[in-house]
């Protein structure tokens, strides 16, 4: 399969749920928890692009991870640690895997990332999502030198706390970090998960509770302006285009923190694409995960070479 002619019109998704900029930034967060997505596309009255509302500006407008140390708000953040919020992790990669195997295991049960142990249960990283990407543009230009997952991992020491990290601690990681999840160690073995999303709702109840006893959340939030969308979405200037293919677009991805990127015609939101949607329009491309690991150089034969330079 050539993948130079898989367009983004071909595999972006047309039925989203957006929102828009006079939104109110408690509903827009409850929207993003409710249906259990990362970000929502923030589109005017016209139907025109103006930019995202996600888990993370969410986090910032709320500004619990923030606040003054002697705080109401800080000693409601710190009654609550890792312990209480985090989960077993959704999928958990044995550092034996081949990267192959462990694409389609991303994609069959439709997480973002997951954490690579040894046998014995020590954190090696993480192979994401974006882990994925690499190894794609990897094979599409004869660079990608072995199949061996743990070539592939991410080893960053900010992703990890342990069980006693106090929730305005994994507030502000995720304030300062593009990670959707952080993972919780106890010695260098790993016990589970915080995702964002568990963060952002533990923040989100903290903040209604405070609400109702009459305690503002933040110092900024009393003006109108500081309560709609409009004040904390992230402005993205352009999206992908319908004729974009595979490769433009996984070089976008490589680009970017986002997990979905528009694709935008004439300023106009017509559709959103995600890291899985490219990477299952793909995956038939993708050799057949081996028993044996190679150390050979393996490459996309079917993919079209064009200026590496444009893409690497």
Same mark, same amino acid.
């Given at each position: 399969?050539?993948?130079?002619?898989?367009?983004?019109?071909?595999?972006?998704?047309?039925?989203?749920?957006?929102?828009?900029?006079?939104?109110?930034?408690?509903?827009?967060?409850?929207? =993003?928890?409710?249906?259990? #997505? !990362? %970000?929502?596309?923030? +589109? /005017?009255?016209? *139907?025109?692009?103006?930019?995202? $509302? @996600? &888990?993370?500006?969410?986090?910032?407008?709320?500004?619990?991870?923030?606040?003054?140390?002697?705080?109401?708000?800080?000693?409601?953040?710190?009654?609550?640690?890792?312990?209480?919020?985090?989960?077993?992790?959704?999928?958990?990669?044995?550092?034996?895997?081949?990267?192959?195997?462990?694409?389609?295991? =991303?994609?069959?049960?439709? #997480? !973002? %990332?997951?954490?690579? +142990? /040894?046998?014995? *249960?020590?954190?090696?990283?993480? $192979? @994401? &999502?974006?882990?994925?990407?690499?190894?794609?543009?990897?094979?599409?230009?004869?660079?990608?030198?072995?199949?061996?997952?743990?070539?592939?991992?991410?080893?960053?020491?900010?992703?990890?706390?342990?069980?006693?990290?106090?929730?305005?601690?994994?507030?502000?990681?995720?304030?300062?970090?593009?990670?959707?999840?952080?993972?919780?160690?106890? %010695?260098?073995?790993?016990?589970?998960?915080?995702?964002?999303?568990?963060?952002?709702?533990?923040?989100?109840?903290?903040?209604?509770?405070?609400?109702?006893?009459?305690?503002?959340?933040?110092?900024?939030?009393?003006?109108?302006?500081?309560?709609?969308?409009?004040?904390?979405?992230?402005?993205?200037?352009?999206?992908?285009?319908?004729?974009?293919?595979?490769?433009?677009?996984?070089?976008?991805?490589?680009?970017?923190?986002?997990?979905?990127?528009?694709?935008?015609?004439?300023?106009?939101?017509?559709?959103?694409?995600?890291?899985?949607?490219?990477?299952?329009?793909?995956?038939?491309?993708?050799?057949?995960?081996?028993?044996?690991?190679?150390?050979?150089?393996?490459?996309?034969?079917?993919?079209?070479?064009?200026?590496?330079?444009?893409?690497?």
């Amino acid at each position: 399969m050539d993948t130079t002619t898989i367009t983004a019109e071909e595999i972006m998704t047309r039925k989203l749920a957006v929102t828009s900029p006079d939104t109110d930034l408690s509903q827009a967060t409850e929207e =993003l928890i409710k249906r259990r #997505v !990362s %970000g929502l596309p923030v +589109v /005017d009255r016209t *139907g025109n692009f103006v930019g995202r $509302f @996600s &888990e993370r500006t969410a986090i910032v407008a709320l500004d619990l991870g923030t606040v003054e140390d002697d705080s109401a708000v800080t000693q409601q953040l710190q009654k609550m640690c890792a312990a209480d919020l985090m989960s077993r992790s959704s999928l958990v990669l044995s550092s034996s895997l081949d990267v192959f195997q462990s694409i389609n295991l =991303l994609l069959a049960q439709k #997480v !973002s %990332g997951a954490s690579v +142990v /040894d046998e014995d *249960g020590t954190l090696r990283g993480v $192979f @994401s &999502e974006k882990s994925a990407m690499r190894v794609f543009i990897g094979l599409c230009w004869e660079q990608l030198p072995s199949s061996d997952i743990t070539a592939w991992i991410v080893r960053a020491e900010e992703r990890q706390i342990t069980e006693d990290t106090r929730l305005n601690e994994i507030l502000d990681r995720f304030h300062n970090t593009h990670y959707r999840r952080l993972i919780v160690l106890r %010695g260098n073995k790993l016990i589970g998960e915080v995702t964002r999303r568990e963060a952002l709702q533990a923040a989100l109840n903290i903040s209604r509770e405070l609400s109702a006893t009459g305690e503002p959340p933040t110092t900024e939030s009393s003006t109108d302006s500081r309560t709609k969308v409009e004040s904390w979405m992230y402005r993205e200037n352009t999206g992908v285009r319908l004729r974009d293919d595979v490769l433009a677009i996984a070089q976008r991805f490589q680009r970017s923190p986002a997990r979905q990127i528009p694709v935008v015609h004439e300023e106009r939101l017509e559709g959103q694409i995600s890291r899985s949607d490219l990477l299952r329009a793909v995956q038939r491309s993708f050799p057949e995960a081996t028993e044996t690991r190679s150390t050979q150089p393996l490459y996309l034969s079917s993919v079209n070479k064009r200026d590496a330079g444009a893409l690497m």
